[in-house]
């Protein structure tokens, strides 16, 4: 899912709370929830391009899905089962075909009807070559997906529609493919929606809310569906988002209940306040644990990073105890691993410094050699700081940092454009699904590197290691963990794309009129369908 800045994050900025999200007028009897997202926006709310941290908590409450998580907290949350589809699929005996049964009475908020072409379009948009959608990786294993992303089909013959059933089939058997299926990426959409490079960001949703309007910049409204069939809650008539909203306005907004809640995150500063007032858990102020990393990408497409040993030595020189500490009270622990602790396969192997830089080490492996690494980030405040430890880290090595920051939307665009001339990426990262094919694969397998939205930033590309990769996602049960433990620890001490950073947690505040929270697990954020409005 989804990268986020500074993590789970504190994007953070200068406007002011748009009238927009003003509180409805004297009278009004609109339950509007006014939502912040902290100097940050969301590129795409089209199903097809939208894969941030904050655009897939939104894309929950549009979503329409064959397969889909429940509206539950705990464990039963991260458990997938059907929405659409009567049941879970009847699956071949080669483990290659899947057939669902769609279910009948669903709408899209303009009306019309929820066919299962309308769960094979939502493929077709995410593998067709004109958009470049980052979700393509996922689904390239259906049968005919390779000559319909290369332009040479008009169908996408692996999945094919008689009455109301769906049959998709992958060319071998995947023991994550269902849960690929309950990704945003495979909403429901209407059969004739058009295939845009630049997104389609008001649409009809089939879920209990949708995308009503979507001004850059400014705003995203999301209403609630009058036409929706299901039987998730709909106990509010809009959502209203604020973008670029500042951080510590956001907060007293809040606190003061002029807003409801911050989409992006909190001052680093706020959450021993909290924690002293609210308690941890108890009724506004809530900490859980999550499945992310927070990294730096080593471009190695670049001259610096090309040389592995350099990869390893700024690995050995970041102060990874420093970086955590600027996420405040209760933010995270250091890591140097590619899998978090929550995810099956991690095996604690202590690779690099986990409590002080090792300088030494770090100069042996550059062996006098010094340089110059453009570093791009975001420019909150969470991950100036950062910037800045990264900086001085890397000053005692001999590598000169070039800090570049800039908002959430334009620095997830500008780092996944093949050819950008940076060396450097600090950016955080929310599993899409619990398994460790979304942290290895996803993220730095080959054919996660396109012109645009890459998702591999390091634009590693190594033939034997993408070949292990394929090795490990084929398996299942014990030995796809033993596989991917063992690849974790031989890319991060071996290879070093990644540099990483530090495992986090979520924490959210709400304003006092919001009740009924709920955290949704496999989200990480959350559960907007469960709000309600005291």
Known sequence: ????????????????????????????????????????????????????????????????????????????GARIGPEAATAMPRVSADGRSYTFNVRKGFRFSDGSTVTPRSFVRSLERVLHPKTASPGAQFYADIVGAD?????????????????????????????????????????????NLPVDPKGVNVLPGAGPYYVAAKTSGRSIVLKRNPYYGGTRPQKLDEIRVTVGVDTNQSYLQVKGGEADYDLAGLPPSAHAELTSKYGINRGRYFVHSANTIQ?????????????VRARQAVANAIDRPALVRLWGLNGGSPSD??????????????????????????????GGKTGKAVL???????????????QANLKRIGIEVEPKVFTFAVVIEKAGRQGEPFDMFYIGWFADYADPY?????????RAISK?????????????????????????GDARYRAYGALDIDITRNASPFVIAMNGTTRE???????????????????????CLK
């Open 452 to 476: 645009t939205n890459s998702i591999n930033t390091a634009y590693w590309n190594d033939p034997e290691y993408n070949r292990k990769m394929d090795a490990a996602a084929r398996l299942s």
């Open 438 to 446: 979304d942290f290895i694969n996803v993220l730095l397998h080959g």
């Open 376 to 390: 791009y980030a975001g420019n909150d405040p969470v991950s100036k700081s950062s910037v800045q430890v990264i």
């Open 509 to 531: 505040f709400i304003s006092e009129r919001v009740g009924c929270y709920s955290y949704q697990p496999a989200w990480g954020q959350m559960n907007l369908a469960l709000v």
């Open 337 to 366: 691993q590619l899998l978090p602790p929550g995810i099956a396969g991690y095996r604690d192997a202590r690779i690099y410094p986990l409590d002080k830089p090792n300088v030494t080490k770090a100069l042996q492996l550059l």
């Open 295 to 307: 990294y730096i990408a080593l471009n190695t497409s670049r001259p610096l990073f090309a040389d």
């Open 147 to 191: 000559a319909f992303i290369a332009g040479k089909a008009k169908r996408l013959r692996g999945a094919t529609v008689a009455g109301d059933r769906i049959t998709i089939r992958i060319t071998k058997p995947a023991p994550d493919f269902l849960a690929r299926l309950g990704m945003n990426f495979t909403c429901a959409v209407p059969e």
């Open 1 to 76: 899912m989804r990268r986020s800045l500074s993590l789970l994050a504190l994007a953070l900025g200068t406007a002011l709370l748009a009238a927009s999200v003003a509180p409805a007028g004297p009278g009004s009897n609109h339950r509007i929830l006014r939502v912040n997202m902290a100097d940050s926006d969301i590129n795409y709310m089209d199903p097809a391009l939208n894969y941030d941290f904050y655009g897939w908590q939104l894309g929950f409450v549009t979503c329409l899905k064959l397969l889909n998580y429940p509206d539950k907290s705990g464990a039963a």
